[in-house]
């Protein structure tokens, strides 16, 4: 059994490996991930990658198998082992788990071409999800059949191992559908939600799931940051007291990027994935800011040890130390959620959606006072540097929801007015 895990070097540089239970890293995944993906691959896309490694090995211990052992006599994947391999990369890693508890002779086997494979239930990835994991390990299993096989000098041989890998990928999912879930559940997002969201993280809220004074108060001040700026929550989580410019006219925020950060504890490091951008706060948020950073976090034993602003404050091992994603998705985000039933379809990405949605409103209702209109290409470039992105087609994705409200406003607009004159033909009838 290999667990995931990174290594942290001396200059900040995170590495994944698979470690197994000998203390040792798994050889060939280690070789592959230096070779192939260490020094063009973020540390997210690698840490992707090895989880789908991870998933190869469980399909291996289920069917007794060992393909580097046989890659290296020469066997390589029949087409019901593709198909095979292609049904559980399919699935859920909760629902696997569960799989594996169950009886062994509970699976159904079927047999093709001779071929026998287990067939597992379960709720399914999604199709983005399935397409990345079979592509990882499509590369993965090439990699190691060409290393295994390199002395061969048999062209055969390679022609072989590049079409095991061809029709792995072939078996991909034809439509990736990016975020599907995600944009659907914004799209019936009800107005207002957000806000209320962030009125029950307010310090004085009798609703606010958070006893301590310092957590209430960095929490809201991190959901406020959201909905202010519609920053990530990676940047929100990367931001330092040297990127916060929190006194006089024009109090901001900078973001920056920080990747493999040697004073960042954190092994799975926050980080930014858009451009590098100064964005202006409100002079009230600045303050609160100010004074979080001068009341609470100063305080705080630990936070002496790094620059970076939002910071554990209960008693226990990691007092001080930055926020990590998971702590702020499954604890912060999570005891929120718990609040009330309409914030189970809230997560941190939704406050950037958000943003973009106001942003949109904004500027139709100054171009509706006729002055000083921002032209569509202004709007464009304006979403662009707020949003850190290195496209304005990038941005289109966060203008669907009021392309889609502007939309149906004007389609009623022409039901209604059908529908009037249809009414004014009918009363026309009658009176004749």
């Not at 239970?21 to 691959?41: C, I, K, N, Q, W």
């Not at 049904?87 to 071409?113: G, P, T, W």
């Not at 002395?151 to 990928?169: F, W, Y």
């Not at 009021?402 to 529908?419: A, G, H, K, P, S």
Request: with cysteine; proline share 3%.
């Amino acid at each position: 059994m290999y667990k995931l895990d990174i290594l942290m070097f001396d200059n900040g540089e995170r590495y994944p490996i698979l470690m197994g239970e000998d203390g040792f890293p798994h050889f060939y995944v280690t070789l592959y991930a230096t070779t192939m993906l260490r020094t063009h691959s973020s540390v997210n896309t690698i840490v992707a990658r090895l989880k789908a490694i991870q998933f190869l090995f469980e399909w291996e211990r289920i069917n007794d198998r060992s393909l580097i052992d046989e890659f290296k006599l020469g066997h390589l994947l029949s087409h019901s082992d593709i198909i095979s391999l292609r049904d559980h990369l399919k699935l859920f890693a909760s629902e696997f788990k569960k799989e594996n508890k169950k009886v062994r002779s509970s699976a159904k086997v079927i047999d093709i071409e001779s071929g026998a494979f287990k067939v597992t239930s379960g709720r399914a990835v999604t199709s983005t999800h399935h397409y990345n994991r079979i592509t990882a390990v499509a590369e993965y299993l090439y990699f190691i059949a060409t290393v295994v096989n390199q002395n061969r000098n048999d062209p055969e041989m390679t022609r072989a191992i590049n079409k095991m890998a061809v029709d792995l990928k072939t078996q991909r999912p034809r439509a990736r559908i990016r975020n599907l879930t995600e944009n659907m559940e914004y799209m019936t997002l009800p107005d207002g939600l957000i806000e209320e969201f962030v009125s029950v993280a307010d310090i004085n809220n009798p609703l606010n799931p958070f006893k301590n004074k310092s957590v209430k108060l960095r929490n809201h001040l991190m959901f406020r940051l959201m909905q202010e700026t519609g920053i990530r929550r990676g940047e929100l989580l990367s931001l330092q007291l040297t990127y916060a410019n929190l006194t006089g006219e024009r109090c901001s925020i900078f973001i920056q990027r920080q990747h493999d950060d040697r004073y960042d504890p954190r092994k799975y490091q926050p980080v930014v994935k858009t451009k590098e951008r100064r964005l202006p706060i409100s002079k009230e948020l600045a303050r609160q800011l100010d004074d979080y950073i001068i009341n609470h976090r100063s305080k705080t034993p630990n936070t002496a040890k790094h620059p970076y602003i939002f910071v554990t404050h209960i008693k226990s091992a990691t007092q001080g130390q930055p926020i990590s994603n998971s702590y702020f998705g499954n604890d912060i985000v999570g005891a929120m959620k718990r609040v009330d039933e309409r914030f189970a379809v809230i997560h941190a990405h939704m406050f950037r959606h958000e943003w973009n949605l106001n942003f949109s409103r904004r500027v139709d209702k100054e171009n509706k006072k006729g002055e000083n209109k921002i032209s569509p290409e202004k709007e464009a470039q304006m979403r662009q540097h707020a949003m850190g992105h290195a496209s304005q087609k990038s941005g289109n994705t966060y203008n669907k929801r009021n392309i889609i409200e502007e939309t149906n406003r004007v389609m009623l607009l022409d039901q209604q007015e059908l529908q009037n004159k249809l009414h004014d033909n009918n009363d026309y009838k009658d009176k004749k």
